[in-house]
């Protein structure tokens, strides 16, 4: 059980492709930064909903995604920090 | 001592990712952690032969992928997918690795403590 | 509660995640888990620069870490080869090598790279930004 942490949006950095090709049912993929953006790219959302995803509440807030991701699960940092400890490990690509 | 796998998944000599992510692996087979190197996405290229990073005014760190087994680093994978993509062969890498198909990789990343990315 | 260790491996200006570094370990320490050490590897180096200088309406990353320090107790630790590789020097590196400059102070210190593994070996886990 890993807890996958995507930091940049996938026109900045490998991340999210390198994390999908590993990540595996039981795994979570915790979206931060500008990595958020991609969910509203189709082919990333459809790839998405296969995993249980995530992405940090103050991120969305920020870029004024509020209402566009309303259907994704949105946590805080304490959210955050608890997550990081109920899986076994995190991995930042 | 931990299990910790090393990830490469940026080409090599651009940025100093490799450079220090190999520093970062040989450190800690060094201080008797269990150390196992994953080389994904044009960071495969890393391990390509006649290299000169030297030409670009960049170290050749690479020579040092040749320590690895002084190091007691014998797992050295391979992502098979990133070297189809990019059209290579086992013949072409310079050290003895092991091509792993990404379900192998998964199940390595699950099996080692932690995991860093450069 | 659990013991970190954070891997900051970003600059403090123009990249956000080192920001996020410093929210999650705020919110770690908040939760009553403590925080083996804070690890600047990288770009993350540039964090602590003392002169860095960010515009007064703008959020001091450096000065928050330095406050967390304070709060905590939290150590802030650079890989030392990693800093002067790029300019980030302390004041016994500078005499060493002879500069009449430094611009790296407590409460960040100077490490190496094997504090960072140490760290890792010890902690419940590690968390990387």
Redesign the interface.
Known sequence: MILH?I?SSPEQSSALKTCLRYATQSDSILL???SVNCLLKQAWATQLKEYNVAA?Q??VIARGLTSLLKDTKQIN??E???L??KFN??I?W | ??K?CIVFKQPPHGT??GR?GL??SL??AS?E?EVSLLFTNEAVLTLLKDQDPESIGAKDYIATLGALPLYDIDTVLVCSESIQELGLSEQELRIGVTLSAPEEIASHLNAVD?V??F | M?K?II?VNSAAYGN??SY?AY??A???L??G?SIDKIFF??DGVLNTNYLNSPASDEFDLMQAWIELHNQYGTVLVNCV??AL?RGVMSESDAKESGHGHWNMQAPFIMG???E???G??SA??????
């Open positions: 942490l930091q931060t930064g500008n940090l103050e991120d940092y304490d955050f920090v608890s990081s400890l490990k995190v930042s | 001592m931990k910790l100093a990712h220090e520093d970062l450190l800690s201080f952690q932690e860093i990315v | 659990s970190f891997q956000a995640a996020s929210r999650f705020k919110s770690a908040e939760s888990h590897y990288q080869s990693a590789r190496g790279l094997g960072l593994v140490i890792i070996e419940d886990r590690l968390v990387c930004f």
